[in-house]
C-alpha cells in the first residue's frame, strides 16, 4: 500500500509464493522475524512462541499459511498479540491441517465470529490444550432476543409464542435489539416469526388496541460464540484443558460451559 501495510491481495499472492521458496528462513511483515522454515517445518520444531511481539493481521495470515501440513510443530502460541478476529478465523481454518495439540490465543480481541470459526474446527483437530483467555467474550449478545416469560392470558400466550423463543422478525422488522420489539405497537394486529427448537416459525398476533402490551418478558440470549464452544466440547475427542480466564462471563454462561464439558478442565 505504500504505507507499511498489505492489502488482503498482497498477502494472498505472498502466502501463495511461500511454498516455492525453499531456501527463505526469515521474513518479516510487521517488525517481527517469522522463522518461515520452522513454521513450514523444513527445520522441525515442536514449539514455537510469539507471546507478546505485537505481531499484526499480515503476521498472523502468513503464520496460518505455514503451518498447514506441517507435522511436526506442536505447541503454538500467539498470545498478547491483538491480532484481531480476521487473522485468528485464518490461524482456526488451518488448524485442521496440522497436529497442534497446545493453542494460545489469549488477549487477541478474536470476537464472537473467531471463537465460532475455533469451535467449527476443533473436533477435527489434535488440540489439547485451548487458551482464549482476555478475549472480550461476552456472555450476552445483545443482538439476540429471547421470550424471558410469556404472560398468562396475554396476546403472546394467545398467538402462540413460548417462553425460549427466539424473536426474528416482528411486523417483517429484523429484531436485533431489545428497541426493535417495540414495532408491534404500530398496530393492534401482526405477525411475528421466532426460532424455536432448530425451527423457525411464523404467527400472528392480535391486541385489544395498537399501543396495547403483548405481554412478554424479554432477555439477551447467549453470545453465539459460547454456544458454539459449547458444543464443539462434546465433539472435541482430543481436548483436556480450556481456558476462558479474564472473559466476560456471568453465572448463567459458567454454567452452561461446564455442563458441556466431561473429562475436560476448564478455567473460568
Do not use: W
Not at 79 to 85: H, Q
Not at 133 to 157: F, H, R, W
Not at 201 to 219: Q, R, T, V
Amino acid at each position: 500500500n505504500g504505507d507499511g501495510t498489505f492489502t488482503l491481495e498482497g498477502l494472498n499472492a505472498l502466502c501463495e509464493a511461500l511454498p516455492n521458496c525453499p531456501n527463505l528462513r526469515e521474513l518479516s511483515v510487521d517488525g517481527y522475524p517469522l522463522p518461515i522454515d520452522q513454521l513450514k517445518g523444513t527445520t522441525p520444531t515442536e514449539s514455537i512462541d510469539f507471546s507478546g511481539k505485537s505481531l499484526g493481521v499480515a503476521s498472523a495470515i502468513i503464520i496460518a499459511a505455514c503451518i498447514a501440513g506441517n507435522e511436526h510443530l506442536k505447541q503454538l502460541n500467539l498470545s498478547e498479540n491483538g491480532i484481531g478476529p480476521q487473522a485468528a478465523s485464518a490461524i482456526a481454518d488451518v488448524l485442521p491441517k496440522t497436529n497442534i495439540t497446545s493453542l494460545s490465543l489469549a488477549s487477541n480481541y478474536m470476537g464472537s465470529d473467531a471463537v465460532i470459526k475455533i469451535a467449527e474446527v476443533l473436533p477435527k483437530t489434535q488440540i489439547a490444550v485451548l487458551n482464549l483467555d482476555s478475549n472480550g467474550i461476552c456472555s450476552k449478545d445483545k443482538s439476540i432476543i429471547i421470550l424471558e416469560k410469556v404472560n398468562g392470558g396475554s396476546p403472546a400466550e394467545a398467538a402462540g409464542l413460548q417462553q425460549g423463543d427466539q424473536m426474528l422478525l416482528v411486523n417483517n422488522r429484523k429484531i436485533d435489539s431489545m428497541d426493535a420489539v417495540g414495532a408491534h405497537k404500530d398496530s393492534a394486529q401482526g405477525s411475528c416469526k421466532v426460532a424455536r427448537n432448530g425451527q423457525e416459525i411464523d404467527l400472528a398476533f392480535i391486541k385489544p388496541s395498537a399501543d396495547a402490551a403483548l405481554g412478554i418478558k424479554l432477555k439477551n440470549g447467549m453470545n453465539s460464540g459460547l454456544m458454539s464452544l459449547c458444543e464443539a466440547f462434546t465433539k472435541a475427542p482430543n481436548l483436556t484443558c480450556v481456558s476462558l480466564e479474564y472473559n466476560e462471563l456471568d453465572e448463567a454462561a459458567t454454567e452452561k460451559l461446564r455442563a458441556a464439558v466431561t473429562g475436560i478442565t476448564l478455567k473460568l
